[in-house]
C-alpha cells in the first residue's frame, strides 16, 4: 500500500525558514497531486497548499510547496517564521485505488 | 460561505451502530465529491471514504470496508456516514470534508463529530 512518511516534529526559531517533507513509499510521488494542511489544536485542518504548489487565497506568501522527483518527495516549506505557524502539518496525496493517504504529521514547533 | 456541520456523534458499546451527518451550505452540494476523514485521539488524519457527486462512485478504506456505508441525498444537501459492528479503534473525531479534484483533496472541512466506542 502507498505510504506517506514525514517526521514527527521540527523546531525552528520565528523569523527563520523551516521545511517538512513528506516522501512517498513507492511509485512516483510526482504522478498523483500532494496536499498539505494545517491543524491547529482543537481545530479542523485547513489547506495551505494544494495540487503540489498551489497556494489558496488567504495563505500567506511565506507557505510554499515542491515536488522532488529524485528523492520521491514533496515539501513544504514556511520561510519569515511566525508564532502563529506553530500547529501540526500533514501532506495528502491518493493511491492506485483512489484511495486518500495522508502522511503521519509534523509537528512544527516554533521557539 | 462554504459551511459543514457534523452530528451524530456520541458513545456506542463495541458492535454497535451509529449514523453520522453532514449539513452542506453555502455551494452547490450537488456538484462535488464528499468525503469523511476521521481523527483518533491524539493521532494523525486517515481518509474513511468518498462519494461522487451524483452517488454512483463510491470508495472505502480498507479498515471500514464492509462496516460503513456512504450516501447522501442531495435535496438536502446532507451527507451521511451509516457506521456498523464498530470497535474500539474506530473512536474518533469525524470530519466531513469537500472533495476536489474528483474526490482526491478535501477543502473546506467541518468542524468534526466525536465518535466513542466502548463499553
Known amino acids: 500500500n502507498f505510504m506517506l512518511t514525514q517526521p514527527h516534529s521540527v523546531s525552528e526559531s520565528p523569523g527563520k525558514t523551516v521545511t517538512i517533507s513528506c516522501t512517498g513509499s513507492s511509485g512516483s510521488i510526482a504522478s498523483n497531486y500532494v496536499q498539505w494542511y494545517q491543524q491547529r489544536p482543537g481545530s479542523a485542518p485547513t489547506t495551505v497548499i494544494y495540487?503540489?504548489?498551489?497556494?489558496p487565497s488567504g495563505v500567506p506568501d511565506r507557505f510554499s510547496g515542491s515536488i522532488d522527483s529524485s528523492s520521491n518527495s514533496a515539501s513544504l516549506t514556511i520561510s519569515g517564521l511566525k508564532t502563529e505557524d506553530e500547529a501540526d502539518y500533514y501532506c495528502?496525496?491518493?493511491?492506485?485505488?483512489?484511495?486518500?493517504?495522508f502522511g503521519g504529521g509534523t509537528k512544527l514547533t516554533v521557539l | 460561505q462554504v459551511q459543514l456541520v457534523e452530528s451524530g456523534g456520541g458513545l456506542v458499546k463495541p458492535g454497535g451502530s451509529l449514523r453520522l451527518s453532514c449539513a452542506a451550505s453555502?455551494?452547490?452540494?450537488?456538484?462535488?465529491?464528499m468525503s469523511w476523514i476521521r481523527q483518533a485521539p491524539g493521532k494523525g488524519l486517515e481518509w474513511v471514504s468518498y462519494i461522487s457527486s451524483s452517488g454512483s462512485t463510491i470508495y472505502y478504506a480498507d479498515s471500514v470496508k464492509g462496516r460503513f456505508t456512504i450516501s447522501r441525498d442531495n435535496a438536502k444537501n446532507s451527507l451521511y456516514l451509516q457506521m456498523n459492528s464498530l470497535r474500539a479503534e474506530d473512536t474518533a473525531v469525524y470530519y466531513c470534508?469537500?472533495?476536489?479534484?474528483?474526490?482526491?483533496?478535501?477543502?473546506?472541512w467541518g468542524q468534526g463529530t466525536l465518535v466513542t466506542v466502548s463499553s
Open positions: 495540487e503540489d504548489n498551489q497556494r
Open positions: 495528502q496525496s491518493y493511491d492506485s485505488s483512489n484511495q486518500g493517504v
Open positions: 453555502g455551494f452547490t452540494f450537488s456538484d462535488y465529491y
Open positions: 470534508a469537500r472533495g476536489l479534484l474528483f474526490g482526491r483533496r478535501f477543502d473546506p
